[in-house]
């Protein structure tokens, strides 16, 4: 029965020995290149072939781009040198500009300091002209003062009566006291007549120097100054603006202040007026107008 038993084994064994299993059998497959299919190899390579094609299309896009972008690039740094450039040389311009300025500003105060002391010699020596102007005037009344005398000194025996003042060879009454009353052109004249005289007729340089001086010293400062003034025999009634004497003649030499004769409201007769400058002592006024007077005669 072993012996059975250990038979059957080997036959077993045996026949697994020269029968090999079925998957043996097998033949293995083998892999050839003529196994894989034409349509695949295409495929395969179309998509490569796009692929490649994509990547260069996206490559010479972003090549472009950079061209462009370095391209305009370059075009802003060339604009932002060109404007470095010019805002440089508009700093140079402006410098120079500020500069000159300086320059003219200081010679202008230069200039306004120079004129600034011609100011001062033109107003000192205004002032001085002045002073030496009021100095010739003393002198020529002082001069016609002296004059007026020489005749009575050449003369001898001639003089003028009491309150009566030697003039140039006449005697001049002037209504100083307050005895007598301010009267009208027409009434100071009356007043001459009754007194062998007639209002005076200030024909020359003399005789208003030293009349004027004779009203200066005696003006009342109390009364207006157009009620100080002292009727003379002047007058234009017979023609406007045409000034006669009493004695017909013509004016050539008068003495007015400025902007005389004016006739403002009628003024037709003349008056002299006590004032620091005697060139300008004469005004006309209304012949209605109550004033002093001053009469002339002859020496007797």
Not at 87 to 97: D, K, P
Not at 183 to 194: L, N, P, Y
Request: hydrophobic content about 35%; proline content about 4%; overall charge negative.
């Amino acid at each position: 029965m072993e012996e059975s038993a250990y038979n059957k084994l080997i036959l077993q064994d045996d026949s697994s020995v020269d029968e090999p299993p079925d998957y043996l059998n097998h033949e293995k497959p083998q892999v050839t290149f003529s196994m894989v299919r034409p349509a695949s190899i295409w495929t395969s390579q179309r998509v490569i072939e796009i692929t490649l094609a994509t990547l260069a299309a996206v490559l010479l896009a972003v090549d472009i781009g950079l061209g462009v972008y370095y391209s305009n690039l370059t075009d802003e740094s060339r604009a932002v040198m060109s404007i470095s450039r010019e805002v440089a040389a508009l700093n140079a311009a402006y410098e120079a500009a500020a500069t000159k300025q300086a320059e003219a500003q200081m010679r202008l105060t230069q200039e306004n300091i120079k004129q600034q002391v011609i100011r001062w010699k033109v107003e000192y020596q205004v002032k001085r002209n002045g002073e030496y102007k009021y100095m010739a005037d003393n002198l020529h009344r002082d001069i016609t003062f002296l004059k007026s005398h020489v005749p009575a000194i050449k003369e001898g025996c001639r003089h003028c009566l009491p309150r009566w003042t030697l003039i140039d060879s006449a005697c001049f009454f002037l209504s100083f006291s307050e005895t007598y009353s301010h009267r009208t052109w027409q009434e100071a004249r009356e007043f001459c007549k009754k007194h062998d005289s007639d209002l005076a007729v200030v024909d020359s340089l003399e005789k208003q120097l030293k009349l004027n001086q004779l009203i200066n010293l005696h003006q009342d400062p109390s009364r207006p100054l157009d009620k100080n003034g002292f009727w003379i025999g002047l007058r234009d009634v017979d023609s406007e603006a045409v000034w006669k004497w009493l004695d017909g003649s013509k004016l050539n030499e008068g003495f007015w202040n400025d902007g005389e004769p004016n006739d403002s409201g009628d003024e037709d007769c003349a008056a002299t007026y006590p004032r620091s400058n005697p060139f300008k002592g004469w005004n006309d006024a209304p012949c209605s107008y109550n004033l002093k007077w001053i009469c002339e005669m002859s020496v007797l």
